[in-house]
């Protein structure tokens, strides 16, 4: 399935309520992975089994220490700022 953003908040919460169609599976976890434009890295989104989300980030010269959970009202602002990278992996991806 291929996601198409129109460039509006909304699109985030109809992207995030069909997350496990995107993201690939561990077994534990849904997750999704995009560059970190800032840091240089690669930036994680996880949805648990609990439907709770968590971010993390790592890459040459840095890892955060651990995941962070997200209420949805954050994520949604974090998936703006970096909607961009999320696009593209989006785009290249069916």
């Not at 919460?13 to 992975?33: M, P």
């Not at 700022?81 to 696009?87: A, D, E, T, V």
């Amino acid at each position: 399935m291929k996601f198409t953003w129109d460039g509006n908040k909304k699109d985030i919460r109809v992207w995030l309520s069909t997350f496990t169609e995107y993201a690939a599976h561990d077994g534990h976890k849904h997750y999704f992975v995009f560059s970190d434009q800032k840091r240089g890295g690669l930036w994680t989104i996880m949805m648990y089994e609990s439907e709770t989300f968590t971010i993390h980030g790592r890459g040459n010269g840095y890892c955060d220490e651990e995941e962070k959970e997200m209420t949805i009202e954050d994520l949604t602002r974090f998936i703006w700022g970096n909607r961009k990278q999320i696009h593209e992996v989006l785009r290249a991806t069916k």
